[in-house]
């Protein structure tokens, strides 16, 4: 069974500060891990990854994979209270296109 | 980029009633969909597997015959959870698979209420 592991379940922060999100997994069958951000609706897509090293970046936010170590990070840095929201992880089953998720990360940032 | 439309965004039913959420997706093709189940602060959890023109394939402990589902076309999936429950009570969403290198895309999920 496909495994997803968030840490640190929940964060906060002040505005201005950097959090580090970390995700990290075990899938039979790996074909993707992917970043959401969920706020009071359906998550909204943030980073594909499908390659070790390779950093994506979008704004203050970016990520990279490790797929030998099997983990992945997300970076905010400058944080602003709009980024308090839950960020998923999740990773994609070549398979069946499955996605399996983390139980997410839960960021507060502080004015 | 891909949308998908869920509706409704919240409802509110009787015990022993059913309940139909739609997902579309707009302005593509989806031969396959996902309908999860969300509780309060936890993940999102896989309910089952929409495929255009065929049977839905259901995660282990999900009950087929309560949540039926129904991807009759390319842009369409249903999820009817009969004879609801309070327990039955969760936020539903919806995702379609893109193709388009931005994964999935999810509906705005929908509120279920039931009294």
């Known amino acids: 069974e496909d495994k997803v592991v968030q840490s640190p379940l929940s964060l906060v922060v002040h505005e201005g500060d950097t959090v580090t999100l970390n995700c990290s997994y075990e899938v039979t069958n790996f074909r993707s891990l992917l970043w959401y951000k969920q706020e009071k609706k359906a998550p909204t897509f943030l980073f594909m990854l499908?390659?070790?090293?390779i950093e994506k970046k979008s704004g203050r936010l970016s990520s990279i994979l490790d797929k030998k170590e099997l983990f992945s990070i997300l970076n905010i840095t400058a944080t602003q209270t709009g980024d308090s929201a839950i960020y998923l992880c999740?990773?994609?089953?070549?398979?069946?296109?499955?996605?399996?998720f983390g139980a997410g990360t839960t960021v507060t940032v502080r004015a | 980029g891909a949308v998908v439309s869920q509706h409704p965004s919240r409802v509110i039913c009787k015990s022993g009633t059913s309940v139909k959420i739609e997902c579309r997706s707009l302005d593509f093709q989806a031969t396959t969909m996902f309908w999860y189940r969300q509780f309060p602060k936890k993940s999102l959890m896989l309910m089952a597997t929409s495929n255009e023109g065929s049977k839905a394939t259901y995660e282990q402990g999900v009950e087929k015959d309560k949540f039926l589902i129904n991807h009759a076309s390319l842009t369409l999936s249903t999820l009817t959870v009969t004879s609801a429950h309070p327990e039955d009570s969760s936020f539903y969403i919806c995702s379609a698979l893109t193709g388009s290198g931005y994964g999935y895309t999810f509906g705005s999920g929908t509120r279920l209420t039931v009294v």
């Open positions: 999740a990773v994609e089953d070549s398979n069946d296109y499955k996605l399996s």
């Open positions: 499908t390659s070790s090293g």
